[in-house]
């Protein structure tokens, strides 16, 4: 059964409705709780003579919003019914109950608004002020719909709620700072624990790297430090210290997060490779190393529990860490915060997925084997530079499925993008207070209120966006795969819609939420065009659409609060794809002529054994063995590469004209290493930075008026991202 539960009469909400207003409410009842009547007070709000902040803040709120719909405040003082807050209300019963909880009771001639804490006492006036209309679907102005009204009503009820999952928390950059965020986090019930992990642990300077290299890492034969050897004794030891000091440093902490560096280069001496269980990653073939960390940290909570027997070490289920540990057994003080990066980022618990069977046996098997689990994943498209990407369908299947399997809570990553994801975040917060929301109902509540008379068209704009992630077989990270999500003719069919809804809304504040839908439409439609032109050699054309791209990404970026992510929306489009352009556009202008723009398609195979260069490979045999793989258009996973592949060869055939001259062969982007012949030589590698690009002097090589080969060997040792490898972006051959 649910944790959160209501029982609730009835709303009325008695309005001559204005901009803001949403349809006609049902008549007045004649028991039901006036607090505004004809455009004044009704009612007393009554505070505890000894209120605490929270509870201030929750009578502010109460009567800001009542002013902002009916032009009046509740006085402070005075005869009359009272709305009683907080303590006023009288003492919660049960002292273990989650300090969010509330109840709201309502008679004839009295409102109570009762917290099991401050926080709770917030929570009951945010659900008083939601039953009179107010909604808050993102942070800021334009997203608070605040109904236009002269009397209020409330209908006599006892409602009684509290929190499906005992943390709810949304993990944002740097407008996690901002006072509109924080507000609305506040407003949709954020709270709780909130999860302190973080990635790695110092060891103190008597165990810096520099003097004690031995603590770290044996990777590829030498000592690095990017990861700790957790199997030397003095590792355990300093590490346990640094947890002591943090407990007595902070002695009202319960936790602390401890754990891997992000990225890769774990030990490999025999000793850590010794408590490792031999198993792998079933998605990605990668090696886990959760038994060695799961054995390091119950070394360390057997070293501080003499001191501290009930703290409790977090840490992310990360990596090469995500899968449970096979042989170690987790002290009960362990506590896991899933954060499957290597799973399909697109998709919830969605039986189209590959990776849902696995993200739903990870989850149970956390479950079953940790008593309190958290969810630390990924509701944004990471790597990705604001796009659409609705999340509608991950968060009515996750969120639910992690209630019924015990997760205690979540502090999930996500990104400021309300142009390109609402109301996604809004149903997300819904449903982590309540698990058996109606989503639906949620659904058609948000574009009734939100969009007023371009509901409709919204409301089917909305759909369609969300269904082509949810159906869309595509699992690859970043931006890949959108070109496949959002089909042409689909974007043509939501643009119809959205320029319909534009006409509807002629007033605001309907005009200005719809203008950001559209934006964040043209922004993906001027990113494929991008592609498109880009995959064809057409570099000036592929410029202009980039160029519109970040003016519509600044124009949204500009907004106060922003709509996009200010930070990362611009640089993962700078990072990713304009190098590839504003080179591509440089090497083909200003007196430099391309000579041959290769084909998306090349011929291709995997080299499991690292073999091709002993079997001729370079020089274009055997000839079994090829078969044709597209390259910058779409990715290796799309095409069925599997993704523990890591040596692969590319080659084709291409004409350079005749009297070129110098030659120049030039890479869009590869993942991550190249190594490049030219019929027969070999003319250089690649630096070996995954999507970035670089070129080779082919003079000496090429035969023009011929048919040239050109061959290509990749290696593919780190995951830059998920299902990405090989050639990402084009190749041609250009005259300086």
Known sequence: MSRAFTILCAVLVLAACGKQGAASPPPLGKHDFLLVEGGRA???LTLPGDATAEERLAAEELQEHLHRMAGVRLPLSGSGPQVLLGRAAGQWPDRAADPASFRLVVTPDRVEVLGASGEGTQNGVYELLEQLGVRWFMPGELGTVVPRTDTLALAVQETVQRPAFESRHLQVGSEGKDEAWKA??????????????????????EGSFEKAPELYALFRGKRRANQLCVSNAK???????QVRRYFRKHPDASWMGIGPNDGDGFCECPRCTALDAGAKDPVLGLPSHTDRYIWFFNQILKNIEGEFPDRKLCFYAYYKCTWPPVRQRPDSRIVPALAPITLCRIH??????????QYVALLKAWCKLSPEVYERGYWSNLADPGLPFPMIHRMREQIPLAAQLGVKGWRVECFHHFASELPSLYVAMKLMWNDKADVDALLDDFYRSYYGPAAEPMARAGALMDAALRDGDYHTGSSYDMPYLYPAPLRATVGELLARAG??????????????IAASLELLDQFLLMLERRNQHDYAAARQALSRAADLQKELIDHRPPLLNARLAPEYLDRFFRPAVEEGHTRTSGGNRLLAGLKDTWQFRLDPQDEGERQGFPEGGPEAGWKPLKTSSTSWRTQGVPPDARTAWYRQTVKIPPGAGRAVLWFGGVDEKAKIWVNGRLLGESPGKAFEPFEVDATSAVQPG???????????????????GGITAPVMFYRP
């Not at 590792?235 to 210290?241: E, F, H, I, P, R």
């Not at 011929?706 to 990405?724: H, M, S």
Request: proline share 9%; glycine share 10%.
């Open 348 to 357: 919830g618990p969605n039986e189209k997925c590959p990776d849902a069977a």
């Open 503 to 516: 006409k509807a809304a002629r007033e605001e504040p309907y005009s200005a939420r719809v203008q950001p």
């Open 184 to 205: 609305w986090l506040r407003r949709m019930r954020s709270g709780g624990p909130r999860f302190p992990s973080a990635h790695g642990l110092k060891l103190g300077p």
């Open 42 to 44: 009704r009612a007393v």
């Open 706 to 724: 011929k048919d040239n080969l050109v061959v290509v060997k990749i290696t593919n040792q780190w995951l830059n991202e998920l299902g990405t």
């Open 235 to 241: 590792t355990v030891q300093l590490a346990s210290g």
